[in-house]
């Protein structure tokens, strides 16, 4: 889908990245903002299991860290190493629940497939700042 090259493209070199000497799971993620930036992330493992933080959680801070807010989001793309589509983690979806879009293109891939969703799509009926 050369529409998301350009993110699936940075996802793929963050990947290599990844910090994974316990799972040897490698995953890349790339937020693209509106206004041309990219922020990657990588998973990053630690011995402490729970301490683990996944490629989109890491992508998706670095963005915010930078000042940018959900409408500025263009899309995210999110790869793994093998030829099985990644999906984001329970912990990650509640994470991209609040800080994106509804509609904001999640974009899924292997060397062979994309699959263009969303996080609307990926957590219904979500817990959000509307529920307090
Ligand atoms: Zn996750």
Redesign the pocket.
Known sequence: MVKYNDILSRAYKAMENAYAPYSNFFVGACVKTKDGNYFIGANVENASYGLTN?A??NAIFQAYSNGYRQDDIEAIAIVGKGNTLIT??G??RQVLVELLKRDTPIVLGTKDEVVVTNIEELMPMSFTSDSL
Do not use: D, S, T, V
Request: aromatic fraction near 0%; include cysteine; glycine fraction near 0%.
């Open positions: 996944c989109e959680r984001p983690c912990a990650c």
